[in-house]
């Protein structure tokens, strides 16, 4: 089955240190999206690619960062990460706007930082 | 801009009873409406959408939801819930210009009694 897939399932990091977390989709979609989700609220997001078109959302901390390499892939790096971090960070994907709107989600990365 | 508000952060229903969970949006176009589902340390799942057409919409599990213009809703009901509906529930709204970013509401919290 196409679908989005996120590793790991549950990540454990120290404080200030970098932590990469993993994204990928078989549904050959344009759109990749990074959302912050902490205890209790909405998604958040963070940034998104349009192909390899980058768009950070303005209050997007620059201790969050984000690459793709291809299609298929898109990593959060979060250079140095602090307490207040710690949350579910859920990747999604979608088809090119203007075609679809559904966005489908992966299962999450749920990050604690120590 | 567009906003979401879902009115009641918990919602406590018997097993069996109807299920009522209210979403109401504001946007300046036509809006692209969203129900999503997210059980427990897992990513979010679509239950249904409303873009154009019927204003009515059926998604799975028996959820439906119907789009009211004059009232700027899209409240989600189920007729009889079932223990599994137990989970958190996000109403999200797009627009087709700009960016294809979903604004979520703040979820309501569904607790089904046996």
């Known amino acids: 089955d196409a679908m989005v897939i996120q590793n790991p399932r549950y990540q454990v990091t120290q404080f200030g240190k970098p932590v990469t977390l993993s994204c990928s989709q078989t549904?050959?979609?344009?759109?990749m999206y990074w959302y912050q989700q902490k205890s209790s609220q909405a998604p958040k997001l963070l940034f998104h690619y349009y192909d390899k078109d980058f768009n950070n959302e303005a209050d997007t901390p620059d201790n969050f960062q984000s690459r793709r390499p291809n299609t298929s892939f898109c990593f959060l790096d979060i250079r140095s990460p602090g307490l207040g971090d710690a949350a579910m960070y859920l990747c999604?994907?979608?088809?090119?706007?203007?075609?679809?709107?559904?966005?489908?989600f992966g299962p999450g990365t749920r990050l604690t930082v120590t | 801009a567009q906003s979401v508000t879902q009115l009641g952060s918990h919602v406590s229903v018997s097993e069996g009873a109807l299920v009522l969970l209210r979403c109401n949006y504001s946007s300046s176009v036509p809006p692209y409406l969203f129900w999503y589902v997210q059980y427990p340390n897992q990513g979010l799942q679509l239950l249904l959408k409303?873009?154009?057409?019927?204003?009515l919409v059926k998604g799975i599990n028996g959820f439906e939801a119907e789009f009211k213009k004059s009232e700027t809703s899209f409240h989600l009901t189920k007729p009889s819930a079932h223990m599994s509906d137990a989970a958190e529930y996000f109403c999200?709204?797009?627009?087709?210009?700009?960016?294809?970013?979903?604004?979520f509401g703040q979820g309501t919290r569904l607790t089904i009694n046996p």
């Open positions: 409303y873009t154009t057409g019927a204003t």
């Open positions: 999604a994907t979608s088809r090119e706007p203007g075609n679809s709107y559904e966005q489908y």
């Open positions: 999200a709204v797009t627009t087709i210009q700009g960016a294809q970013k979903l604004v």
């Open positions: 549904l050959n979609h344009n759109v």
